[in-house]
């Protein structure tokens, strides 16, 4: 039967195995060498309990073989051209929400404003997608992946409550950057990927259609969520420190942000996933999980059967046992 190794370069821990079996062998000749300058050998036999010199070489063999046994277990042995059966139990999705934080989100079409108001219906979200691991990613003229994908929702929710404004480093509104950054986020393979985009449309990326196909192609499905007024609002900055409102202005004009329904619905269709037009009400979210997050985990729970390659490591964790018992046995034998 032909074997093949998942990981071969742990084949090195055999020099590990043998220091570490050499060290005991020199500790043992040390501690006879010891005895042997205050007791004769007759002596020795009558006053002290200890295993013969052979029965102490065989323990070690013993020793070594459950090592050499454990890093053949490490090294993943598969059986090759054999396939084994796995059935996960319960379906779940890599949900990686996609969040707006140029300043156009400060703009108060959407009480408080468009970003506050954007975290908490997240953070709502998240509350309902147990099982589901959730990621972020803060994006303006780049994108940073703030969360990677995760079960830990606690920790989620406290890198949530971080993002402001300045999250992303840069200004400006780039989509298509955010698109690609969070598509690198899914682990590869199949499963159940959805993008939750959560923007004004306020987009400064001509290339948004090419991330979205590319998204598409990668198996992840768009949900676009649009926030705010199609007719525009201005921008406005509230001073933390004082509370003092300011609004944004550009070559001595107050700065617009609409929001741009027919682009963001296009980068939905292309992924075949879905547009939520919030605009400045509040978010569904009941709608939002029923009609398209539970659509992708049950067609995850179809494909919940999978064929992987046949495994051959636990013969070795046995045979290592086995040996490691050997060893404790075979000490255990004591001449008085």
């Not at 500790?27 to 009558?46: K, N, T, Y």
């Not at 990326?205 to 949900?223: F, M, S």
Request: charge should be positive.
């Amino acid at each position: 039967m032909a074997i093949d190794w998942k990981h071969k370069e742990l084949v090195h821990l055999v020099w590990l195995a043998l220091a570490v079996c050499g060290g005991l062998f020199v500790l043992e000749l040390r501690s006879r060498g010891a005895l042997s300058s205050f007791l004769s050998p007759v002596m020795q036999r009558r006053l002290t309990a200890q295993p013969s010199f052979e029965r102490s070489m065989l323990r070690l063999g013993l020793v070594f073989l459950s090592l050499l046994c454990g890093i053949g277990a490490l090294m993943r042995p598969q059986a090759r051209g054999e396939t084994e059966t796995v059935t996960v139990s319960e379906a779940s999705a890599d949900v990686m929400f996609v969040l707006d934080t140029s300043r156009s989100m400060l703009a108060e079409d959407v009480a408080p404003n468009r970003l506050v108001r954007a975290k908490a219906e997240i953070q709502q979200l998240v509350s309902r997608l147990e099982r589901h691991r959730v990621g972020l990613v803060a994006f303006a003229g780049r994108a940073v992946q703030v969360c990677p994908l995760t079960p830990d929702h606690s920790y989620f929710n406290t890198v949530l409550s971080t993002v402001d404004t300045r999250s992303a480093g840069k200004g400006g509104s780039r989509v298509g950057e955010a698109i690609k950054g969070a598509v690198r986020g899914f682990p590869s393979g199949p499963g159940a990927k959805l993008m939750v985009l959560i923007t004004d449309g306020d987009d400064q990326d001509q290339y948004t259609q090419e991330a979205a196909q590319k998204a598409r192609d990668a198996g992840v499905k768009i949900l676009v969520v649009g926030l705010g007024s199609e007719e525009g609002s201005q921008i406005t900055l509230t001073d933390p420190q004082t509370g003092a409102k300011t609004t944004l202005m550009h070559d001595g004009k107050p700065v617009v942000s609409k929001l741009d329904a027919p682009a963001l619905r296009k980068i939905a269709l292309t992924t075949e996933g879905a547009y939520v037009p919030a605009g400045t009400s509040a978010i569904d979210l009941d709608s939002i999980v029923e009609s398209h997050v539970q659509p992708i985990v049950r067609a995850a729970a179809d494909a919940s059967v999978r064929y992987i390659p046949a495994e051959r490591y636990p013969w070795l964790v046995l045979a290592s046992l086995i040996c490691l018992c050997g060893a404790l046995w075979v000490g255990a034998w004591r001449t008085r």
